[in-house]
């Protein structure tokens, strides 16, 4: 029989009620900064660890521009014999430009990565005919796809970070293969996939809301009964996949958009949900027009399992900042990527 005394008993509670209070107070350190995206009242606010917010500003650090070239003399098309995007540059302003992609998306292999030798004007590497539709593409995004990078823009380092191939992108995902029989869909779901957040979400919600014909984000009916609104709850739960996605992208909360008393309601949204409505068009618009169908160019060691190009989603630019390089702009420093030449 254990016998114990009123000091022990007494000792013993303080102790597992400072337990329990040091377990309830300190599952994050530091506290959490709360800042208000919303009206007063309406809970639309954002939790930042300061802490891991440090790391994020450590991953968000721009390159030094390079010293800017005349704009003046020759055109590179006049004096180059293969430039067909860049022809309205200066010999200068295309030198500096190479030197800077070069940087951007290949500094271990250098000029060689997209030439063959001293022969610049040869296309035989793949690298440097799919280059030439990226340039094409970071034009068309800087000047026609303001409405959701601004002024700010992108360059090549937006998406590939020093890297030959973009280290967050998404390729078609049909899931692991499965027996026949009553077990023979699981619908796209139930496999707690890290691009949902480890829930049980469907895994692959860029094929059907990224790609080539979109499926419907929006679900909820805007009546009071069900209405002319035939959306399921399966549905739905493919709207909430996609959703779990664009929080990680930009390491923000659900309420850094929504006012989550009413998710469909653009009233009392927050105005950055319109600039994610038209990130959604802009993502669509360069999978279907310029990443899609490079897949007949790009080996098939750098295409997905099912042998399609590697995608854009909101993680390829965002990288779990709530706007790409915390806001930098890189592109104010290199206007020559801004438009497409004349
Ligand atoms: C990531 C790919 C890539 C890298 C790396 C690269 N280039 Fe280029 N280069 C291109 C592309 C694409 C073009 C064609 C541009 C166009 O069509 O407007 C080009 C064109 C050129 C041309 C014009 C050749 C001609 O006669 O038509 C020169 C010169 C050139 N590059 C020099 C360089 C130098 C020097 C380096 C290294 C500092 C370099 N490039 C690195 C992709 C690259
Ligand atoms: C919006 C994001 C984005 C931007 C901006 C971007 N790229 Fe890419 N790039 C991609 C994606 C996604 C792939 C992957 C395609 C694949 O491998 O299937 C890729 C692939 C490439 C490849 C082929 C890599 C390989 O070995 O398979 C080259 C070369 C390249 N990009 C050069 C550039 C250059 C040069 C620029 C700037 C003029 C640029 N990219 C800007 C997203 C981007
Ligand atoms: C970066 C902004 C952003 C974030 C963060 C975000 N959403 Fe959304 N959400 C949108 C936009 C934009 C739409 C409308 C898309 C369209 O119409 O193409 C939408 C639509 C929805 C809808 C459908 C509403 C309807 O009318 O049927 C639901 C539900 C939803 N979001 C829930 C969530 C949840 C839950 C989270 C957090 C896990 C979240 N959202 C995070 C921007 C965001
Ligand atoms: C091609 C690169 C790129 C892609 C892909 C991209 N974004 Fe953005 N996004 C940007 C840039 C650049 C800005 C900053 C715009 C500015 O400074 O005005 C931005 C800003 C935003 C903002 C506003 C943030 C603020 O604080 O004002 C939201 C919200 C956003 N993006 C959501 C998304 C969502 C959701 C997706 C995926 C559907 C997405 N983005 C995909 C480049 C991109």
């Not at 949902?196 to 469907?202: H, R």
């Not at 909430?240 to 958009?257: D, E, I, K, P, R």
């Not at 929504?258 to 600039?275: A, D, K, L, M, V």
């Given at each position: 029989?254990?016998?114990?005394?009123?000091?022990?008993?007494?000792?013993?509670?303080?102790?597992?009620?400072?337990?329990?209070?040091?377990?309830?107070?300190?599952?994050?350190?530091?506290?959490?900064?709360?800042?208000?995206?919303?009206?007063?009242?309406?809970?639309?606010?954002?939790?930042?660890?300061?802490?891991?917010?440090?790391?994020?500003?450590?991953?968000?650090?721009?390159?030094?521009?390079?010293?800017?070239?005349?704009?003046?003399?020759?055109?590179?098309?006049?004096?180059?014999?293969?430039?067909?995007?860049?022809?309205?540059?200066?010999?200068?302003?295309?030198?500096?430009?190479?030197?800077?992609?070069?940087?951007?998306?290949?500094?271990?292999?250098?000029?060689?990565?997209?030439?063959?030798?001293?022969?610049?004007?040869?296309?035989?590497?793949?690298?440097?005919?799919?280059?030439?539709?990226?340039?094409?593409?970071?034009?068309?995004?800087?000047?026609?796809?303001?409405?959701?990078?601004?002024?700010?823009?992108?360059?090549?380092?937006?998406?590939?970070?020093?890297q030959p191939v973009p280290a967050n992108t998404w390729s078609e995902n049909p899931g692991p293969?499965?027996?026949a029989g009553f077990s023979a869909s699981n619908a796209g779901q139930n496999l707690a996939d890290?691009?949902?957040?480890?829930?049980?979400?469907?895994?692959?919600?860029?094929?059907?809301?990224?790609?080539?014909?979109?499926?419907?984000?929006?679900?909820?009916?805007?009546?009071?009964?069900?209405?002319?609104?035939?959306?399921?709850?399966?549905?739905?739960?493919?709207?909430?996949?996609?959703?779990?996605?664009?929080?990680?992208?930009?390491?923000?909360?659900?309420?850094?958009?929504?006012?989550?008393?009413?998710?469909?309601?653009?009233?009392?949204?927050?105005?950055?949900?319109?600039?994610?409505?038209?990130?959604?068009?802009?993502?669509?618009?360069?999978?279907?027009?310029?990443?899609?169908?490079?897949?007949?160019?790009?080996?098939?060691?750098?295409?997905?399992?099912?042998?399609?190009?590697?995608?854009?989603?909101?993680?390829?630019?965002?990288?779990?900042?709530?706007?790409?390089?915390?806001?930098a702009s890189m592109l104010q420093d290199y206007p020559q990527l801004a438009r497409p030449g004349?």
């Amino acid at each position: 029989m254990i016998r114990l005394n009123l000091g022990t008993t007494i000792g013993l509670g303080v102790a597992v009620l400072a337990g329990l209070g040091v377990a309830l107070t300190t599952f994050e350190r530091p506290r959490p900064l709360a800042v208000q995206q919303g009206f007063r009242g309406t809970g639309m606010d954002q939790l930042y660890n300061p802490r891991l917010f440090d790391a994020v500003a450590a991953a968000n650090v721009v390159p030094t521009p390079l010293p800017a070239a005349p704009a003046t003399g020759p055109r590179a098309g006049q004096v180059y014999r293969n430039v067909q995007v860049l022809g309205h540059l200066s010999v200068g302003e295309l030198a500096r430009t190479m030197v800077a992609m070069t940087a951007w998306v290949a500094p271990q292999q250098g000029c060689n990565y997209c030439h063959v030798g001293a022969n610049f004007a040869d296309d035989s590497l793949y690298t440097k005919v799919v280059s030439r539709r990226m340039l094409q593409m970071v034009m068309h995004i800087n000047s026609e796809q303001q409405a959701h990078v601004g002024a700010t823009g992108v360059t090549c380092y937006t998406c590939h970070r020093g890297q030959p191939v973009p280290a967050n992108t998404w390729s078609e995902n049909p899931g692991p293969m499965r027996a026949a029989g009553f077990s023979a869909s699981n619908a796209g779901q139930n496999l707690a996939d890290p691009v949902v957040g480890g829930t049980s979400l469907p895994f692959d919600p860029f094929s059907a809301f990224l790609n080539t014909a979109p499926a419907d984000i929006r679900v909820q009916g805007q009546a009071p009964l069900a209405g002319g609104n035939s959306h399921s709850i399966k549905q739905t739960e493919w709207t909430y996949g996609l959703m779990m996605h664009f929080s990680q992208a930009l390491g923000v909360n659900c309420t850094f958009c929504h006012n989550s008393r009413s998710f469909s309601s653009w009233e009392e949204s927050n105005p950055r949900r319109g600039i994610a409505w038209h990130g959604i068009r802009m993502v669509r618009d360069l999978n279907v027009n310029y990443v899609g169908p490079l897949q007949s160019v790009i080996p098939a060691a750098h295409r997905g399992p099912g042998g399609d190009a590697l995608k854009v989603n909101c993680t390829t630019c965002h990288q779990g900042a709530y706007r790409p390089l915390l806001g930098a702009s890189m592109l104010q420093d290199y206007p020559q990527l801004a438009r497409p030449g004349p």
